[in-house]
Structure formats: C-alpha cells, structure tokens
C-alpha cells in the first residue's frame, strides 16, 4: 500500500517547509480521529511444547517466548500512532511508502532473528537482544532517482523536529558491494519503541528484495562458511549494479534541532 498522492498544495520533493510546519506537533489522522491504542493483532505462531517455541534448530524457551510475545504487542502498539505520522512525512516529501502491509515483522520472523542471536551468543539475554531489534515495525521511503538526496535530508529533519530521536544511521551508498540505501532507527516520542526506516530508490530497493533470501540463509548457524561466502559474492554483485543518485553518499543523520531544556532556577 503506497501513501497517498501529494495533493496540489503539498510541497514537492525537497521542498523546504517553513516555520510554521516544523513548529507543530506530528498529525497522527485526520482533526476528528482518535488514537486506538489497543494492539493490532498478529498472526499466531505454531507454540513448542511447555511454552516455548521452536523452528527446526532455532527455539526459545517458555521465558524468551513470552518476552518477545510481549515486545511484538509493544511494537504493535507503537504501529498504530507511527503510520499516521509517517504517511504524512512520505506526502509532504513526494516519496512512495513501499510495502506498508509488511509494517509489522512478523511473529515468526521476529522469533526467528532473536532465537538466532541467542543461538550465537549464549551469554546474552532475551531482552538484550530485543534491545537491539530495530524493525518489529518497519518502513520504505522510496523516490526516483533525481528526488532521492533532498527526499531523504527533508525526510529525516521533519521526523528529528516532530520528536523523533534517531539513534541509527547507516549510509551504505559509498560501499558497492553492500546494501544500496539509507537504513535508519528511531525512536518514537509516545512510546519509546524503536522502528527502522529505509530510505530507497526503485533499483537500491529492488537489490534489497531479491537479496534478502540470500541473506537470510547466510545468516543461519547451520549455513557453512563455503556457502556463506558464496551467498556474500552473489550479493556484492547485484548491489554493485545499483546506480547512485548524486549526492546519495554525503547523507549524513540529522542533527538534533529541537531546542535545548531551558534551566530551571535551583
């Protein structure tokens, strides 16, 4: 589902907003929505025996289960005030909101990435690892080529001054054989939950798509180093292929431009 089309008053990609528009607080609907805050629900995953769950090598048990059970509530949640906002950013910057359908990582997919970081670091703990989840909800910003750099800048500024904390930013664009794109973690100012934005073209996106079998089987424990090495290879070379836009290397975070808490007298 992409967001809607700018309409005639909305500023085209890059635009510069006044002051007036970086002054107000981040619509979440329209003047007489309100915020639903009951989580959405997810898909139910097969349980393991005792409460735990398992998928061929990977599982966790009844303990770890339960606190990504948890988190994923958390995430969908946090999905309900996000999309709103981020619907509006994508319109007022020009940019397609690929794949909305898949905003929220999946139960298996989630359990499946946590039980993995477990299985490779038996000494860190479930909530750490979920600490470092950055995508239970996830967006793609996407723009032509020629939109992309100024896109991305304006994109980011807006979500910085609506309050949004960025705590990631990871420019892959000067290093070819990897990820073509922007992939970039925030946390929201209602909840405190992280989500993952990526900022993409049409053919950095389209890379992303037909890699990520590839990745994802590259990352499993049980994946030989031969064929990891292999799948690395066969990734360089379609990400190698994706053209960058001009200007695409130099973007940096956002800086923080929210004014600083005035001091109070002791």
């Given at each position: 589902?992409?967001?809607?089309?700018?309409?005639?008053?909305?500023?085209?990609?890059g635009a510069l907003l006044g002051p007036a528009l970086k002054a107000g607080p981040l619509p979440v609907g329209g003047p007489?929505?309100?915020?639903?805050?009951?989580?959405?629900?997810?898909?139910?995953?097969?349980?393991?025996?005792?409460?735990?769950?398992?998928?061929?090598?990977?599982?966790l048990d009844a303990r770890e289960n339960a606190?990504?059970?948890?988190?994923?509530?958390?995430?969908?949640?946090?999905?309900?005030?996000?999309?709103?906002?981020?619907?509006?950013v994508a319109a007022w910057t020009g940019a397609e909101l690929v794949g909305l359908d898949q905003r929220l990582k999946s139960e298996d997919s989630t359990k499946r990435k946590i039980a993995t970081w477990l299985a490779g670091d038996p000494d860190q703990t479930v909530h750490e690892a979920l600490a470092d989840l950055n995508d239970s909800v996830r967006y793609t910003f996407q723009w032509e080529d020629h939109a992309y750099t100024e896109g991305v800048r304006t994109a980011s500024h807006l979500l910085v001054d609506w309050g949004h904390e960025n705590v990631r930013w990871a420019n892959t664009w000067k290093d070819r054989t990897t990820?073509?794109?922007?992939?970039?973690?925030?946390?929201?100012?209602?909840?405190?939950?992280?989500?993952?934005?990526?900022?993409?073209?049409?053919?950095?996106?389209?890379?992303?798509?037909?890699?990520?079998?590839?990745?994802?089987e590259q990352r499993l424990p049980s994946t030989s180093p031969q064929r990891?090495?292999?799948?690395?290879?066969?990734?360089?070379?379609?990400?190698?292929?994706?053209?960058?836009?001009?200007?695409?290397?130099?973007?940096a975070a956002p800086a923080h431009t929210r004014p600083p808490r005035v001091p109070q007298p002791a």
């Open positions: 589902m992409a967001a809607p089309a700018a309409s005639a008053g909305t500023p085209a990609s007489t929505d309100t915020i639903d805050t009951t989580p959405a629900p997810r898909p139910e995953a097969a349980p393991a025996e005792g409460g735990g769950w398992r998928q061929g090598d990977l599982h606190a990504v059970e948890e988190f994923l509530d958390e995430a969908a949640r946090a999905e309900k005030t996000l999309t709103p906002q981020l619907r509006t990820y073509q794109g922007v992939n970039a973690a925030w946390k929201e100012p209602m909840w405190g939950h992280t989500y993952e934005v990526q900022f993409h073209t049409p053919a950095g996106k389209q890379a992303a798509t037909v890699t990520h079998p590839l990745y994802e990891k090495a292999e799948l690395a290879e066969r990734q360089s070379r379609i990400f190698a292929a994706v053209p960058v836009p001009e200007g695409a290397e130099e973007l």
